[in-house]
């Protein structure tokens, strides 16, 4: 049984410089521990709801100061001294205090991050790692650690627009263990950073994941840039590397065209556009390949290159177990980009983990563009057994806070990445 004692909570910066919530739990048995929660720039419609104070004079409205009172105000009056046997039985006090189905008014920054920081006093009490009490708490086995999919080369809402698509991730497919993963794209990140001295005579520019941003003049460049760094670094495309790409297509859809580059295409004709890219360059990942309510060409796209790659709902699912099962029910996708705080709450996310899992999908643990110093996501990455992770680039404390953590892990548990991709 796991008891509250007190509820904290305190308004902090994220990466971007914009505010989110730190909060502490402490339980009566003398653990305690806090959590800090990420904010997103590319938001789906369907993702549960942030409190913002919404005050221009401060923060441009974006301050989060009602959402940290409501944590050490009405929550904390609400179960304090309760006993929870289960991280469900927290989650579930919380969403129905809440009483919206977006989490808006005590907002799901909030919930969320009390829903974290009461995992992870919880894993204090029982003395555990927060990754073997996420696995408890999911019910899976920590068999492998997640392959990372690494940001390269941002656009859209990530870096200012100078690209349609948002990012191209490289895949360091031949590493064995997290260490070589790293090293291996250090190397190419280093090669790519020359090539935008040299090809761009740029500064180093970075987007908001670390990515570098130079002023791309079409989508495929920034493939055709990723591929040249690749080999520049010593590796083969398509071999020691794959790529990963997140076109975030919801942002240049408007009047039932895709506006990519100086085009105007219907969904058929961007569907031929990823079927091409996919021919012609070593992609192993579609994420957001259409608009997230252009529900009647996902299952095409699917069909079309579903052999070739996986297909990836991110704005199209925003971890609604709801969205994952009609996405599963019309074979929209094949794999799930997993945000915790799209949907809010860790029980929810677990549910929708598992809607994915069962459905045969790959399930990528993803960070979002506004991030903390907090390095929780690395162990319920591993602790929810997911294929993949995604953090951002290997720059910036935000990002490396995770992937020191993951560095961590493989020394105390000796597990490898996930073989992955598996042709």
Same mark, same amino acid.
Request: aromatic share 4%.
């Given at each position: 049984?796991?008891?509250?004692?007190s509820?904290s909570?305190?308004?902090?910066?994220?990466?971007?410089?914009?505010?989110?919530?730190?909060?502490t739990?402490?339980?009566?048995?003398?653990?305690?521990?806090s959590?800090?929660?990420?904010?997103?720039?590319?938001?789906?419609?369907?993702?549960?709801?942030?409190?913002?104070?919404?005050?221009?004079?401060?923060?441009?409205?974006?301050?989060?100061?009602?959402?940290?009172?409501?944590v050490?105000?009405?929550?904390?009056s609400?179960?304090?001294? =309760?006993?929870?046997?289960?991280?469900?039985?927290?989650?579930?006090?919380?969403i129905?205090?809440?009483?919206?189905?977006?989490?808006?008014?005590?907002?799901?920054?909030?919930?969320?991050?009390?829903?974290?920081?009461?995992?992870?006093?919880?894993?204090?009490?029982?003395?555990?790692?927060?990754?073997?009490?996420?696995?408890?708490?999911?019910?899976?086995?920590?068999?492998?650690?997640?392959?990372?999919?690494?940001?390269?080369f941002?656009?859209?809402?990530?870096?200012?627009?100078?690209?349609?698509?948002?990012?191209?991730?490289?895949?360091?497919?031949?590493?064995?263990?997290?260490?070589e993963?790293?090293?291996?794209?250090?190397?190419?990140?280093?090669?790519?950073?020359?090539l935008?001295?040299?090809?761009?005579?740029?500064?180093?520019?970075?987007?908001?994941?670390?990515?570098?941003?130079?002023?791309?003049?079409?989508?495929?460049?920034?493939?055709?840039?990723a591929?040249?760094?690749?080999?520049?670094?010593?590796?083969?495309?398509?071999?020691?590397?794959?790529?990963?790409?997140?076109?975030a297509?919801?942002?240049?859809?408007?009047?039932?065209?895709?506006?990519?580059d100086?085009?105007?295409?219907t969904?058929?004709?961007?569907?031929? =556009?990823?079927?091409?890219?996919?021919?012609?360059?070593?992609?192993?990942?579609?994420?957001?390949?259409?608009?997230?309510?252009?529900?009647?060409?996902w299952?095409?796209?699917?069909?079309?290159?579903?052999?070739?790659?996986?297909?990836?709902?991110?704005?199209?699912?925003?971890?609604?177990?709801?969205?994952?099962?009609?996405?599963?029910?019309?074979?929209?996708?094949?794999?799930l980009?997993?945000?915790?705080?799209?949907?809010?709450?860790?029980?929810?996310?677990?549910?929708?983990?598992?809607?994915?899992?069962?459905?045969?999908?790959?399930?990528? =643990?993803?960070?979002?563009?506004?991030?903390?110093?907090?390095?929780?996501?690395?162990?319920?990455?591993?602790?929810?057994?997911?294929?993949?992770?995604?953090?951002?680039?290997i720059t910036?404390?935000?990002?490396?806070?995770?992937?020191?953590r993951?560095?961590?892990?493989e020394?105390e548990?000796?597990?490898?990445?996930?073989?992955w991709?598996r042709?």
């Open positions: 049984m796991f008891r509250i004692q509820l909570s305190l308004e902090i910066l994220d990466s971007r410089g914009r505010p989110t919530l730190k909060t739990c402490r339980l009566e048995s003398g653990a305690s521990a959590a800090s929660v990420p904010s997103g720039a590319s938001t789906g419609a369907a993702e549960a709801r942030e409190l913002r104070d919404g005050d221009p004079s401060r923060y441009r409205g974006l301050g989060c100061r009602q959402a940290a009172s409501n050490s105000g009405a929550i904390q609400a179960i304090t001294g =309760v006993g929870f046997a289960r991280q469900a039985e927290l989650d579930q006090r919380l129905e205090l809440d009483g919206t189905s977006d989490k808006s008014r005590l907002g799901a920054n909030a919930i969320l991050s009390v829903s974290i920081a009461f995992a992870r006093a919880a894993a204090a009490q029982r003395e555990k790692p927060l990754f073997q009490h996420m696995a408890d708490l999911a019910g899976t086995s920590c068999s492998t650690l997640p392959r990372p999919t690494i940001n390269l941002s656009g859209g809402k990530h870096a200012g627009g100078q690209a349609p698509i948002q990012d191209v991730l490289i895949v360091p497919s031949a590493a064995r263990s997290m260490d993963a790293l090293a291996l794209t250090f190397a190419i990140y280093s090669a790519a950073a020359e935008c001295a040299k090809k761009y005579s740029m500064r180093l520019l970075r987007a908001d994941e670390g990515g570098l941003a130079p002023p791309f003049t079409r989508a495929a460049a920034m493939m055709e840039d591929i040249a760094a690749i080999e520049a670094a010593g590796f083969a495309p398509g071999r020691d590397v794959h790529l990963a790409v997140d076109l297509s919801s942002h240049f859809y408007s009047d039932q065209h895709y506006h990519l100086d085009r105007h295409l969904s058929l004709e961007m569907i031929e =556009v990823l079927e091409g890219w996919i021919r012609d360059y070593p992609i192993v990942s579609i994420e957001d390949g259409l608009a997230e309510e252009d529900w009647e060409h299952p095409l796209l699917t069909k079309r290159v579903g052999d070739r790659a996986l297909v990836v709902g991110d704005d199209l699912l925003c971890t609604q177990p709801n969205r994952i099962q009609r996405a599963v029910q019309a074979g929209a996708a094949s794999g980009l997993l945000k915790v705080n799209q949907i809010g709450s860790l029980s929810e996310a677990m549910e929708a983990r598992q809607a994915a899992s069962t459905a045969g999908w790959e399930v990528t =643990v993803s960070a979002r563009s506004g991030e903390t110093e907090d390095d929780w996501l690395a162990d319920l990455a591993v602790g929810f057994n997911a294929g993949q992770i995604k953090i951002g680039s910036q404390s935000e990002r490396l806070a995770k992937y020191n993951l560095l961590e892990i020394r548990t000796g597990l490898k990445v996930s073989p991709p042709n």
